[in-house]
């Protein structure tokens, strides 16, 4: 059965998950939250509720990426630190395909919050350093027998060949991301910086794989900001530069995207308009690079992460946002084109994009 905002109700109370008076006295919400999956949050009154995650499709690739965010909500148990990123699993209903998570109350997510603020706090910066190096600080032994390890990938993300390959149907796409394509096999340079990145990929550590700001939420605890990560399903042996890299470019992309439904804007403006503001920003990069260093121990070999690699693989997850925000659009939009071209400076010379465009000094 595939759950709709009018049927959710009366699935909550066969599951023992509500009873009959959360709902008749009034302070019963059901809030569609869709994406790539059939996302509600239910609220119950001011401090409870539950978010639901459930697939679009019964498809194999929906059905394995949806049981592994389950499993690794229950296998990060075995981590108090790491589950403390996570909302609370409550259950994971295998026969739906559906997960039930508790609904984080008094949070929204980082684009939310700066969109709504335009004001970068160190302390959140902070924050999420600290949370990405709990997490890629976990050290996984994948001849372990144990039950509950998730079975994990270790895929290098599409974008790096992408100008070889194309891994989506030719009818999914919209006009404006097979333009994409094209204009990324028109640019030679480009294509040599990604098979550079992909031959020195290492799939080592564990990592989120899908960070970014939407997958983050900042939570009020009384005094308190929390700060915790969602959406798991990508989770893999990977390369901590690719979620370290997510995030620089989740500040780069930010001003070309928070004006993504303005039409009348220029890539050049919109490039222009991203240099002018990013100082804005700069304490706040330094913070969250400073404690995810720091938490790392970036003096030791074993945990190097070398912020030259960093940056160029925020260079090539930007292209990735490029072509995500494709995804209704007939051609090619100016803002495309603009992380396009940001992406591109950062490769053509990051020592000197880590200066300009994220106000990183330290040798790279």
Same mark, same amino acid.
């Given at each position: 059965?595939?759950?709709?905002? %009018?049927?959710?109700?009366?699935?909550?109370?066969?599951?023992?998950?509500?009873?009959?008076?959360?709902?008749?006295?009034?302070?019963?919400?059901? @809030?569609? %939250?869709?994406?790539?999956?059939?996302?509600?949050?239910?609220?119950?009154?001011?401090?409870?509720?539950?978010?639901?995650?459930?697939?679009?499709?019964?498809?194999?690739? !929906? #059905?394995?990426?949806?049981?592994?965010?389950?499993?690794?909500?229950?296998?990060?148990?075995?981590?108090?630190?790491?589950?403390?990123?996570?909302?609370?699993?409550?259950?994971?209903?295998?026969? =739906?395909?559906?997960?039930?998570?508790?609904?984080?109350?008094?949070?929204?997510?980082?684009?939310?919050? &700066?969109?709504?603020? #335009?004001?970068?706090?160190?302390?959140? %910066?902070?924050?999420?350093? $600290?949370?990405?190096?709990? &997490?890629?600080?976990?050290?996984?032994?994948?001849?372990?027998?144990?039950?509950?390890?998730?079975?994990?990938?270790?895929?290098?993300?599409?974008?790096?060949? &992408?100008?070889?390959?194309?891994?989506?149907?030719?009818?999914? +796409?919209?006009?404006?991301?097979?333009?994409?394509?094209?204009? +990324?096999?028109?640019?030679?340079?480009?294509?040599? !910086?990604?098979?550079?990145?992909? $031959?020195? *990929? =290492?799939?080592?550590?564990?990592?989120?794989?899908?960070?970014?700001?939407?997958?983050?939420?900042?939570?009020?605890?009384?005094? /308190?900001?929390?700060?915790? @990560?969602?959406?798991? /399903?990508?989770?893999?042996?990977?390369?901590?530069?690719?979620?370290?890299?997510?995030?620089?470019?989740?500040?780069?992309?930010? *001003?070309?995207?928070?004006? &993504?439904? $303005?039409?009348?804007?220029?890539?050049?403006?919109?490039?222009?308009?991203?240099?002018?503001?990013?100082?804005?920003?700069?304490?706040?990069? #330094?913070?969250?690079?400073?404690?995810?260093?720091?938490?790392?121990?970036?003096?030791?070999? /074993?945990?190097?992460?070398?912020?030259?690699?960093?940056?160029?693989?925020?260079?090539? =997850?930007?292209?990735?946002?490029?072509?995500?925000?494709?995804? !209704?659009?007939? /051609?090619?939009?100016? !803002?495309?084109?603009?992380?396009?071209?940001?992406?591109?400076?950062?490769?053509? $010379?990051?020592?000197?994009? %880590?200066?300009?465009?994220?106000?990183?000094?330290?040798?790279?």
């Amino acid at each position: 059965m595939f759950l709709t905002a %009018a049927n959710l109700a009366h699935y909550l109370l066969d599951s023992g998950l509500v009873d009959v008076a959360d709902i008749v006295d009034g302070d019963f919400k059901v @809030i569609e %939250a869709g994406q790539n999956n059939r996302n509600f949050k239910v609220v119950v009154g001011n401090n409870r509720g539950k978010f639901l995650k459930q697939v679009q499709s019964f498809q194999d690739l !929906h #059905r394995s990426s949806i049981q592994r965010e389950a499993d690794c909500y229950r296998w990060a148990q075995g981590f108090p630190l790491w589950a403390n990123l996570m909302p609370t699993l409550v259950r994971y209903d295998q026969s =739906r395909y559906c997960l039930i998570l508790e609904l984080l109350s008094a949070s929204e997510n980082l684009r939310e919050f &700066y969109n709504k603020h #335009r004001e970068f706090p160190e302390s959140i %910066a902070g924050l999420l350093g $600290d949370a990405l190096s709990v &997490y890629h600080s976990i050290k996984i032994d994948l001849d372990s027998t144990e039950t509950n390890l998730p079975k994990l990938s270790n895929k290098v993300p599409w974008i790096f060949t &992408y100008h070889k390959v194309s891994y989506f149907p030719a009818n999914s +796409l919209s006009g404006g991301a097979v333009q994409f394509g094209d204009v +990324l096999r028109s640019l030679p340079t480009l294509q040599t !910086h990604l098979e550079r990145l992909f $031959d020195i *990929w =290492r799939s080592s550590d564990l990592i989120h794989a899908d960070i970014k700001w939407d997958n983050c939420l900042i939570q009020q605890v009384e005094h /308190e900001q929390r700060l915790k @990560i969602i959406d798991w /399903e990508l989770v893999q042996m990977g390369d901590v530069r690719w979620d370290v890299g997510s995030v620089f470019q989740s500040y780069l992309s930010f *001003w070309v995207m928070c004006s &993504y439904r $303005d039409s009348s804007l220029s890539t050049q403006q919109l490039i222009d308009d991203t240099v002018a503001n990013m100082p804005k920003m700069f304490a706040s990069i #330094r913070a969250f690079w400073n404690n995810y260093r720091s938490a790392r121990n970036e003096g030791s070999t /074993e945990n190097d992460v070398c912020l030259k690699t960093c940056l160029e693989f925020a260079a090539v =997850r930007m292209l990735q946002t490029a072509f995500e925000s494709l995804y !209704h659009c007939s /051609e090619m939009s100016p !803002h495309a084109y603009a992380l396009l071209d940001l992406s591109q400076q950062v490769l053509r $010379d990051p020592t000197q994009a %880590a200066v300009d465009l994220f106000g990183l000094t330290e040798d790279v």
